[in-house]
């Protein structure tokens, strides 16, 4: 089945149906997404961030 039939399948479902679709995909989508990121995002929402100093980033990288 190729993407654009599983598109035209999934317009073709009633909105209960579409939106467990779209859960599923949201659920797979965040499967992929890495733990260390998610924590970086939740310590992020809670305002735990640290401050880094530009001039770290004035020399171009070491190779």
């Not at 890495?34 to 995002?41: A, N, R, Y």
Request: no cysteine.
């Amino acid at each position: 089945m190729t993407a654009a039939e599983v598109i035209a399948e999934i317009e073709g479902l009633p909105p209960e149906e579409r939106e467990l679709v779209f859960l599923r995909v949201h659920e797979i989508e965040e499967a992929s997404v890495p733990d260390s990121f998610l924590q970086g995002m939740e310590e992020a929402m809670r305002g735990e961030l640290l401050d880094i100093k530009d001039d770290h980033f004035q020399l171009p990288p070491v190779k």
